[in-house]
């Protein structure tokens, strides 16, 4: 089979592992919260879950990428995975004491003096996730995908089970029985505390499902090989970090940059809700990741290998502005995913689709650095990106709200791809199939507009003439692009291309 035929492969497996949980929460959840939360509430929702997207890189601090790095060498594999383990295991514990005895003035600062729960659950939650991720990477590098989608899958569906059973089922059922023991445990004012409890109780379920993989390692500890981790790690977890916040920041900030502070809850879920219609984009970045990574190192010695990278960027880039044309075309059905009271943000998604792109573009760049050794670049990078965001949103969100915030996430993460590539082309120079990548991206939003423009989206028929152009756009890519077609149908001879450089 091809190296790129089975990456793909890799790709659509994890995808159920990625895909189908994160499918799941927007074609249900999604709809379900945006009906039954105002926007305000749905806004505390999102600020929380950015502040989650930013701890779990910080309590995993790089060492899944360590662990991918170092347990290439067969006899050191099984120390190197429970030394992994066991830091993990003890700063997770440290973060859930530290997150309790500091709830309370947490709360103060973020504004929730009166909701310490919601304090409390994102500690267990960031907690628990950070070290489940280990066992998550060792199935990740023994190639068990399907494992992996399992447990992905079966986690979310707990999450659902247990959110419209706290969110509908108990206040229903509590009407009629109200004597019930049940009943007398359920707290009807905690309407937004259900959404973190359920996460917590399908987190714990996760755990007990990796019990195999955690029980495989022992509780060992070397500070010479930590420390050698640690020192390839931490340009990973300054880069991550750096990554997640600006990936985060813009929900963090919005509420505090927002000009009338009585709307910006408002917009915070406006926007939050909106950055969900772009889940198909984020998916598609995100699987082909979890599936690229262990490819790259995989194939870091093949003789073609600067090749193999350059073709799996232009392929990415292909799918990737094949999915932004598709939604943005769509539009009519994806909005349905969110309630009417939410529409007015609607402007924001090409945008944000757009700057998913750049991040999936700027995380196949990157190999470079992870290859070459010099992590402390991503870290630069990254710090640069976080710097931007900051200062982008700034600028931005005071004058155009929630737009300014979708915005800064385009040029930012934008930059942050064309400053990984620039630097690549001089350390480690891989032959990007610039003519296939631009012409993907120049095509996709030549149609896009036009459709726009002409109001196509207005008429009775515009699912014929929105699918219509999806279907041209793959044709003359595929048409005019002769390496891609050569892929198209015979991946199977990837081996055999010879160096381009």
């Known amino acids: 089979m091809g190296k790129i035929q089975r990456l ?7 995808g159920l592992g990625t895909m189908i949980p994160r499918l799941l929460n927007f074609v249900i959840l999604t709809p379900y919260y945006t009906r039954i939360f105002k926007p305000d509430e749905y806004g505390i929702i999102t600020e929380l879950y950015a502040y989650i997207i930013v701890l779990q890189v910080l309590l995993t601090y790089g060492m899944e990428t360590g662990y991918f790095r170092f347990s290439r060498d067969e006899k050191r594999k099984g120390l190197i995975y429970s030394i992994v383990q066991t830091s993990v295991l003890f700063t997770s514990v440290l973060f859930i004491i530290v997150t309790f005895l500091l709830g309370k003035s947490i709360a103060n600062v973020l504004g929730y003096e009166n909701k310490v729960i919601l304090i409390f659950a994102v500690g267990l939650i960031v907690s628990m996730d950070a070290f489940s991720a280990i066992p998550f990477a060792k199935l990740r590098m023994e190639g068990k995908a399907m494992k992996f989608a399992i447990i992905k899958i ?82 990973v977890l300054i880069a991550g970090i750096g990554g997640s ?61 600067k090749n193999l990278y350059a073709d799996v960027m232009k392929v990415f880039v292909f799918i990737g502005m094949l999915i932004f044309l598709f939604v943005l075309l769509n539009l009519n059905v994806f909005k349905l995913f969110i309630g009417r009271n939410y529409y007015e943000g609607l402007k924001i998604v090409p945008v944000v689709m757009m700057s998913y792109l750049f991040i999936g573009i700027q995380n196949n760049a990157s190999i470079w650095y992870k290859i070459t050794k010099k992590t402390m670049v991503g870290a630069y990078i990254t710090a640069i990106g976080a710097i931007l965001t900051i200062v982008f949103n700034y600028m931005l969100v005071p004058k155009f709200g929630y737009y300014g915030a979708a915005v800064t996430r385009l040029l930012t993460f934008g930059l942050m791809a064309a400053i990984t590539i620039y630097l690549g082309n001089k350390k480690y120079f891989i032959p990007y199939r610039w003519s296939g990548i631009f012409l993907a ?34 044709f003359i890519i595929i048409t005019f692009d002769k390496q891609l077609r050569k892929e198209a149908f015979k991946l199977s001879r990837y081996g055999r291309y010879k160096d381009q450089k």
Not at 8 to 14: H, N, P, R, V, W
Not at 201 to 220: C, G, K, P, T
Not at 257 to 283: E, R, T
């Open 8 to 14: 793909i492969g890799q790709t659509l497996i994890y």
């Open 245 to 305: 916040l600006t990936d985060a920041m813009d929900r963090i900030l919005l509420k505090h940059l927002i000009k009338d502070g009585s709307d910006a809850m408002y917009q915070l879920g406006i926007y939050g809700a909106n950055i969900k219609l772009s889940v198909i984009m984020m998916l598609f970045v995100q699987m082909f990741r979890y599936a690229a990574e262990p490819f790259y190192f995989e194939n870091m010695y093949d003789k073609n290998a």
């Open 441 to 474: 991206i120049t095509l996709s939003i030549l149609f896009f507009i036009l459709f726009s423009s002409l109001k196509l989206n207005e008429s009775r028929f515009w699912f014929i003439y929105a699918n219509s152009i999806v279907i041209l756009y793959v």
């Open 154 to 235: 079966i986690n979310v569906v707990i999450t659902l089970i247990l959110v419209f059973g706290f969110l509908s089922f108990f206040p229903a059922y509590c009407l009629k029985n109200t004597n019930s023991i049940l009943c007398a445990l359920y707290v009807p004012e905690y309407k937004v505390e259900y959404v973190f409890i359920a996460n917590i109780v399908a987190s714990f379920f996760v755990l007990i499902m990796l019990f195999n993989e955690i029980y495989e390692s022992e509780l060992r500890f070397d500070i010479k090989i930590f420390t050698e981790l640690l020192k390839f790690s931490l340009p």
